[in-house]
């Protein structure tokens, strides 16, 4: 059983997908007596004095914000990092691991794919361009500063393209902005990848997102081994579920594009 005063839960944000997340994990692993901090309600904390107060094991930071503050504070105490841009052994991130979209792409044939990014995605394209080669696949990417520069962009790099690629971007995505350039897409009979199901519903093509039961065992399982003091890993189980929307596939057919120099 765990102990009380053995784990913070360090919230950005109180979400209904997080607390998703968290009762999973519950019902894994026994979380009694949790400390339950949400970094949105409060203004400030020091979460040192919490730490020692609590004399905690484990901290369970979700989303970027909890990860950043735990990771830098919590130097002699496990933390576990949910839905975070890092990625890294002891994160979960948001955003899978290129080579899964990369391979999905390969599977269903697209091979020139434009992405439009920003300075905050701009490592994670980097790494995706990297390897797109070994797949068979060229990345057609652009840096864009807002939402309306990223459509202007793609409306430039359409003729070129096979596929869309959305990256879930801040610095130049919006809902209103992402369901024109699916809009665009469709129009140019162009598939498009994105990182949520929500996007389902405006045409997208296939979808890979976090899924949330599995990174809720995760969790459960990381937080059991980490309190039971054996060697915890975040690896045991594809924190990712795939969605492919087959009858848009079916309708959508990519456009053939020459190759250049």
Not at 46 to 75: C, E, F, H, P
Not at 83 to 90: C, I
Not at 148 to 169: G, H, N, R, V, Y
Not at 207 to 236: F, H, M, W, Y
Request: hydrophobic share 45%.
């Amino acid at each position: 059983m765990v102990l009380a005063e053995d784990i913070i839960v360090l919230l950005s944000i109180n979400t209904t997908g997080n607390m998703a997340i968290l009762a999973t994990a519950q019902s894994v692993c026994e979380m009694n007596s949790v400390k339950y901090i949400n970094l949105a309600e409060i203004g400030e904390i020091n979460l040192q004095q919490v730490l020692y107060s609590t004399r905690a094991k484990v901290v369970v930071a979700i989303g970027d914000k909890a990860y950043k503050l735990a990771s830098s504070i919590a130097l002699k105490v496990n933390v576990i990092g949910v839905l975070t841009t890092d990625q890294k052994p002891n994160t979960i991130s948001y955003l899978p691991p290129p080579e899964k979209y990369l391979a999905t792409m390969r599977k269903l044939g697209h091979k020139s794919v434009v992405v439009i990014y920003s300075k905050k995605t701009a490592a994670y394209l980097h790494k995706a361009a990297e390897l797109a080669g070994s797949y068979g696949i060229t990345l057609i990417h652009r840096e864009a500063f807002s939402p309306s520069e990223a459509i202007d962009q793609f409306l430039s790099l359409k003729s070129q393209a096979d596929s869309l690629w959305i990256l879930p971007d801040s610095n130049v995505l919006t809902v209103a902005s992402a369901e024109r350039l699916l809009h665009l897409a469709q129009e140019s009979n162009i598939p498009v990848y994105v990182f949520s199901d929500n996007y389902l519903k405006n045409g997208a093509a296939v979808v890979i997102e976090p899924d949330r039961e599995q990174i809720g065992r995760i969790v459960g399982e990381t937080v059991c081994s980490v309190v039971k003091n054996t060697a915890p890993t975040l690896q045991l189980r594809d924190p990712f579920r795939e969605i492919v929307n087959d009858t848009i596939l079916n309708r959508l057919k990519p456009l053939q594009t020459s190759s250049t120099n």
